[in-house]
T-cell receptor, first 113, second 112 residues
């Protein structure tokens, strides 16, 4: 079945540590997105990519980094510069037509040790 | 700039009662509109979308929404609530870009 796979489901970060969240899609979508979700705040866009080897900052990119070396993969690194990383992280993908909806993975919950 | 407003962070209805979740948007061009549902600790699932054509859109799980341009609204309804409908619901709008503008979400609580 086509879909988006996020891993791990739960992740713990120590002080000063960088962690990487995986996102893989087999929907043949060109566009991919990373969102952060905090209680009562809805979804906030971290980074997005419309094509391989290109990506743009979203509303809250500080303390995060991404890469897009393959169409199927869009990993997110939460760096030590992100002082409040505890949140639920959602990856999504879509086609290039804005009429097409975004499809979501099941998320990764990141916590601080 | 576009914006999406969902009225009510929490909505409580009795099982079997009408569900009405409100969404208003601001857009300078005719928008594309989406409703998503999120169950606890899961990703978002598309309920329905409006792009063009018929303004009454039917989705999954018995939900429907009506696009009203004059009111800039896209409210979500279901005639009879079921316990399994308890979840958080998000309205989103896009114009001609890849990005979606999201509402803050409404948690639907179903009372037995």
């Amino acid at each position: 079945d086509g879909g988006i796979t996020q891993s791990p489901k739960y992740l713990f970060r120590k002080e000063g540590q960088n962690v990487t969240l995986s996102c893989e899609q087999n929907l043949n979508h060109d566009a991919m997105y990373w969102y952060r979700q905090d209680p009562g705040q809805g979804l906030r866009l971290i980074y997005y990519s419309q094509i391989v080897n290109d990506f743009q900052k979203g509303d809250i990119a500080e303390g995060y980094s991404v890469s897009r070396e393959k169409k199927e993969s869009f990993p997110l690194t939460v760096t030590s510069a992100q002082k409040n990383p505890t949140a639920f992280y959602l990856c999504a993908s879509s086609g290039t037509n804005p009429r097409q909806p975004q499809h979501f993975g099941d998320g990764t919950r990141l916590s601080i040790l | 700039a576009q914006s999406v407003t969902q009225l009510g962070s929490h909505v409580s209805v009795s099982e079997g009662a009408l569900v009405l979740l409100r969404c208003n948007y601001s857009s300078s061009v005719p928008p594309y509109l989406f409703w998503y549902v999120q169950y606890p600790n899961q990703g978002l699932q598309l309920l329905l979308k409006y792009t063009t054509g018929a303004t009454l859109v039917k989705g999954i799980n018995g939900f429907e929404a009506e696009f009203k341009k004059s009111e800039t609204s896209f409210h979500l309804t279901k005639p009879s609530a079921h316990m399994s409908d308890a979840a958080e619901y998000f309205c989103a709008v896009s114009d001609r870009d890849y990005q979606l503008i999201w509402g803050a979400g409404t948690k639907l609580i179903i009372k037995p």
